[in-house]
């Protein structure tokens, strides 16, 4: 018998239009680029996604490099498509992306249409699906004409290997060149992925404004700061966390006891209003009239959970918002 998500998965999160376009994401979605890997527990990959899905977190974000080994997550992803959800193929939004290191030589990174197409057929192939609902350029290329780049996103949408067209990384005036050359090419650019939480603020200045005047969606990742910004690391290093695994790019090193205060400074903030630290980091991105889907990662079923349930507490208030702010300087 195969696979039966839960009937009332659409009472939990809601769904936000994406910028101005038709595309309705919920307001968390979930990533995978740690913990899908060849190395990791598949069961547990599969009890994350499930959870995920009964919830009604719709929208799964891979790319191409996701592991590892780079492809791995796309494979496993695929192989939890034919376990569970590929019944439920039209109720869900799966993203891929191409821009980073992907294979050796000259065509396997950046931004050439050579690349785009080529990794895009490779992450269809791992998935097992005819074609991704949002196919992003990963990384602005400084090399290659943004005109070549746009022109394969909108090859790769008319040619129906995605349905729509997003870039992350870039920056507001990168996004203002690459949304007026997508506009121009018929294939509107809907969607943009960005880091954004309480320890990285750039895009304040510069990209959500833009996001806001161009009609493209937010999609903020690391909302957590990969875990700095939860109870994970108040009291330590704890053996199962994304520190102690050593695969990426948080390190021993970051868990400095500077960020650690500013942490428990802000835990204190979240419990006085009757939240976790990582329920009141989702809710601070989620503020942000930008932001259409806060893009978490998890490393099991729990934290889906908590991050769902941030959705159905009140916002923060002005005097949150200012004790937050104070902490952060
Ligand atoms: N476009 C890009 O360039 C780019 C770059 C990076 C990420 N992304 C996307 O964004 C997604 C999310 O990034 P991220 O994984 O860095 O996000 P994150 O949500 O900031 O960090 C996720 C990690 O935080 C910890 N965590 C999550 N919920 C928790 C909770 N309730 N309590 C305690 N700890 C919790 C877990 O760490 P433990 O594993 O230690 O439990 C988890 O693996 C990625 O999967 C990927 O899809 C995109």
């Known amino acids: 018998m195969s696979w039966q998500a839960a009937e009332n998965r659409y009472e939990g999160v809601p769904y936000v239009r994406a910028g101005r376009s038709g595309l309705q ?14 190395e990791a527990d598949f069961e547990r990959q599969r009890e994350i996604v499930r959870t995920a899905f009964d919830h009604g977190i719709t929208h799964f974000d891979l790319a191409n ?36 290191t992907m ?29 991704v609902d949002v196919f992003y350029h990963h990384r602005p290329d400084p090399n290659t004409p943004l005109e070549e780049t746009m022109a394969a996103l909108d090859y790769i949408v008319r040619s129906g290997r995605a349905l729509y067209a997003g870039i992350s990384n870039y920056n507001g005036a990168q996004t203002r060149a690459a949304a007026a050359e997508l506009r121009r090419l018929g294939t509107p650019c809907i969607v943009n992925q960005s880091k954004y939480s ?18 493209i969606g937010g999609v903020a990742f690391s909302p957590l700061a990969q875990g700095l910004l939860t109870d994970r690391y108040l009291g330590g290093v704890p053996a199962d966390s994304r520190v102690a ?34 329920q009141l980091a989702v809710q601070w991105v989620r503020r942000q009239p930008a932001i259409t889907s806060v893009l978490i990662g998890a490393s099991k079923p729990a934290q889906v959970l908590e991050a ?22």
């Open 245 to 278: 695994a050593g695969v990426g790019f948080l390190r021993p090193e970051h868990i400095t006891e500077e960020r650690v205060q500013l942490a428990r400074a802000l835990d204190m903030v979240a419990r006085e209003g009757g939240r976790s630290l990582a």
């Open 198 to 215: 309480m320890l990285v603020r750039q895009p304040e200045a510069d990209l959500l404004p833009a996001l806001e005047e161009e009609g």
């Open 103 to 131: 294979w050796p030589g000259p065509y396997g990174d950046w931004g050439s249409r050579k690349y785009l197409v080529a990794s895009l057929d490779q992450s269809l192939k791992r998935m097992g699906l005819d074609y």
């Open 65 to 100: 490099n996701y592991g590892p080994p780079p492809g791995s997550a796309e494979t496993n992803f695929g192989r939890l498509l034919d376990l569970d959800l590929r019944p439920y193929r039209d109720e869900i939004i799966v993203a891929t992306k191409a821009g980073y």
């Open 308 to 329: 769902v349930r941030a959705l159905e507490m009140p916002p923060l208030d002005g005097e949150e918002l200012a004790a937050i702010e104070t902490i952060l300087g």
């Open 25 to 38: 994401l919920p307001a968390v979605a979930l990533g995978l680029w740690h913990n899908f890997g060849l």
